[in-house]
T-cell receptor, first 124, second 111 residues
Framework: EVQLVESGGGLVRPGRSLRLSCAGS????????MHWVRQAPGKGLEWVSG????????NYADSVKGRFIISRDNAKNSLYLEMNSLRVEDMALYYC?????????????????RGQGTLVTVSS | QSVLTQPPSASGTPGQRVTISCFGA????????VNWYQQLPGTTPKLLIY???QRPSGVPDRFSGSKSGTSASLAISGLQSGDEADYYC????????????FGTGTKVTVL
């Protein structure tokens, strides 16, 4: 059974950093690209970043480019998001999602229906 | 900031057919497959339609997708109370090294 478990969220002050993690299981992790998607309270979905199966290709939304870094450790079946220079507008529930291809592009996303996401609160 | 435009709301009575539109551009909907996601209240998004009109296993055939040029649409026939949710279109956008973009979202209400 495919499972994605996010962790690492919390309360952080503007300008500080936070690292999110996502543990994947039930599938061959290094066969698929992985993505981060966020949802601010009461708002819509926003794609944040994606990383190819081999970490060779990474893509970012304009809103986080230069501040966030996506990475993965296939040996640990884990996905990460290093978030730096956090802003109030980064406050959201962050979901990890599995791509449908090894490549980042042209994908659709699968979210774990049991997933909770991890909440990032940015406030002074 | 969403680059795919959807109506903020849609509604219908049980059994009716509801259609949701999604307007994009040549760089996204016009040149890449469109996906649709359903987000029930308090839950994670669920892939409803992929590659414009394909349904993942387990999704009822009451849900159908189509695409023409730079616009796409999701139709829900035989509307049920359990269909009350937010619906998002999405597609890969080829601009600026590539990014995945979601629509603005449509809240479907069953009257």
């Amino acid at each position: 059974e495919v499972q994605l478990v996010e962790s690492g969220g919390g309360l952080v002050r503007p300008g500080r950093s936070l690292r999110l993690s996502c543990a994947g299981s039930g599938f061959t992790f290094d066969d698929f690209a992985m993505h981060w998607v966020r949802q601010a309270p009461g708002k819509g979905l926003e794609w944040v970043s994606g990383i190819s199966w081999d970490a060779y290709n990474v893509n970012y939304a304009d809103s986080v480019k230069g501040r966030f870094i996506i990475s993965r450790d296939n040996a640990k079946n884990s996905l990460y998001l290093e978030m730096n220079s956090l802003r109030v507008e980064d406050m959201a529930l962050y979901y990890c999602a599995k791509g449908t291809f090894p490549a980042v592009s042209g994908t659709s996303l699968w979210f774990d229906p049991r997933g909770q996401g991890t909440l990032v609160t940015v406030s002074s | 900031q969403s680059v795919l435009t959807q109506p903020p709301s849609a509604s219908g009575t049980p059994g009716q057919r509801v259609t949701i539109s999604c307007f994009g551009a040549n760089s996204n909907v016009g040149s890449n497959s469109v996906n649709w996601y359903q987000q029930l209240p308090g839950t994670t998004p669920k892939l409803l339609i992929y590659r414009n009109n394909q349904r993942p296993s387990g999704v009822p055939d009451r849900f159908s997708g189509s695409k023409s040029g730079t616009s796409a649409s999701l139709a829900i026939s035989g509307l049920q109370s359990g269909d009350e949710a937010d619906y998002y279109c999405a597609a890969w956008d080829d601009r600026l090294n590539g990014r995945y973009v979601f629509g603005t979202g449509t809240k479907v209400t069953v009257l």
